[in-house]
């Protein structure tokens, strides 16, 4: 990164929803909450999968991942944010605001494809059940988590690094709930086409592709769900797969409406919510909507339960 001394601004204005001062403490109350949950749903799916070495598959060994980047990504965002909204006006620095951006851009990176590979984990368990073992065997899962990992590493130093290169000389408020990088991107003072260019293929290859190589494989789960003779075992793929396609498409439908967008398709507050489904509201409804519905992840949380209590009652 370029030293502070080339910008004029040394520091930046997070705005929030600062356009709604009368519902700042409402607003602050709520995140809070969303806060809240999300730690503690994706706490408790950490938890559940490090403890009961029967969920030490690659299918729940990719949801305890998820879960982290989940925790991750809402420890960057919303304790900011609720700063905002116990003050008028918050600032951050310069430093900071590019911290939480790469931060915002390596977790959300590493959350497309660990995506991408859990709806390949479920393509070789339904299409391939025989061979399973052998597609996802313990070196293809680690190569997937390292991956995706990797590539959301490469992805926050990389962006991180050319947008902080850009000179910022006024304003310096942020119209939204974080710094994110097209929020940050019009504030500066030069010329950005080239990095619109590249970030407008970037996001192509980092989201829409997985986006559409998931989509790919679900079709062809669709076509092995109905090809199956046990209406049991239909029913069972089908709420599997239910769960992760209903996460995928909240993550990437708003992630796309943010990054594939041009500036100025949407209102400063129409962006800030599209904001908020994938950076928030997706983190704290995974374990709802993916993990607490499946009946192994129940009988695991069922059994420490009952062996927590048994402690208590001896």
Not at 11 to 33: A, D, K, R, T
Not at 177 to 205: N, Q, R, W
Not at 210 to 219: A, E, G, M, N, W
Not at 237 to 259: D, W
Request: proline fraction near 5%; charged fraction near 10%.
């Amino acid at each position: 990164m370029k030293r502070q001394n080339q910008s004029s601004v040394i520091e930046f204005i997070l705005l929030g929803f600062s356009n709604f001062p009368e519902l700042q403490q409402q607003l602050f109350v709520v995140f809070l909450i969303i806060y809240l949950v999300t730690l503690i749903g994706n706490a408790i799916i950490i938890a559940i999968i490090s403890l009961d070495q029967r969920l030490h598959v690659p299918m729940y060994l990719f949801l305890q991942n998820l879960s982290v980047v989940d925790m991750s990504i809402s420890a960057v965002i919303i304790p900011e944010m609720l700063v905002v909204f116990s003050t008028e006006k918050t600032p951050i620095s310069f430093m900071s605001c590019f911290a939480q951006m790469y931060f915002i851009l390596f977790f959300g990176g590493t959350e497309c494809f660990l995506l991408g590979a859990m709806a390949y984990d479920r393509y070789a368990a339904i299409c391939h059940p025989l061979s399973y073992p052998v597609i996802m065997n313990k070196s293809t899962f680690m190569k997937f988590v390292l991956f995706s990992w990797g590539l959301g590493f490469m992805l926050g130093t990389v962006q991180t690094s050319w947008v902080s290169s850009f000179p910022f000389c006024g304003p310096n408020e942020i119209n939204h709930i974080s710094c994110e990088t097209p929020a940050v991107l019009e504030l500066a003072c030069s010329d950005t086409f080239l990095f619109e260019i590249y970030a407008f293929t970037g996001t192509v290859l980092i989201i829409l592709v997985p986006f559409l190589l998931i989509l790919l494989s679900y079709v062809r789960i669709l076509f092995a769900i109905l090809k199956m003779p046990s209406n049991t075992g239909r029913q069972k793929a089908f709420s599997t797969c239910a769960s992760h396609l209903t996460s995928v498409t909240l993550f990437y439908g708003t992630a796309n409406m943010t990054y594939l967008q041009p500036k100025n398709s949407y209102s400063p507050d129409t962006k800030k919510l599209i904001s908020l489904s994938y950076s928030l509201l997706t983190p704290m409804l995974n374990p709802l909507i993916y993990s607490f519905r499946n009946s192994e992840m129940k009988r695991a949380l069922m059994k420490l339960w009952r062996r927590k209590v048994d402690l208590h009652t001896f």
